[in-house]
């Protein structure tokens, strides 16, 4: 296989990093994250980075990258599949998704912990205007093909869902794979 791209995209809360982390260990892949932890969708010139940082690594980096990031308009998801065509690699769009509780008591946890933590109270406001940016997330439409997309329900078994995913690229480096050489003993009984 020359290279596979694995997209991770959804809404702050969906799921996306612990799903990265998992598929990105699993099948030895560089980490891209376009998102930041107190902003639900990255500006354009962000995505820009990342994705010029992909198309490199793309080309250096064994060919294994997964991206994280929103990918919140058709217009990124269009851009995320240009970049994925001019590298000559697969893609595969993950997009997750969780229900809104479990959405809000993730954010809750990750802008409370840390170096940077927020008091509840501010992370409580800092919750509520990510989960009300969700009006601002274009559906998936036909920017990406159907048959590079997995829809993933992160509210249980992200572990499941990182190892289909992984499953998935695993499978397509297997049927890239060169086929080995006959032996001798194997031409010689198919002449006979």
Known sequence: MASVLVAIAGQAGAGKNRLAE?????????????????????????????????????????????LVGAFHTRESRRKLLRVAGAARSALLYLECSANEFVRRRRLRLRLTSGADALTPPEAELWVNRLVSDDENFERTGFEIPRAAQMLIDTTVGVEIWGGLASSRVELWAADAAPAPAPRLEDQALSAG
């Not at 099948?27 to 490199?56: H, K, N, W």
């Open 22 to 66: 998992l598929i990105a260990r699993r099948i030895g892949a560089r980490r891209i994250d376009v998102s930041g932890d107190q902003e639900p969708f990255p500006e354009p010139a962000t995505y820009a980075r990342a994705l010029s940082e992909t198309a490199a690594a793309l080309d250096t980096d064994g060919g294994r990258v997964v």
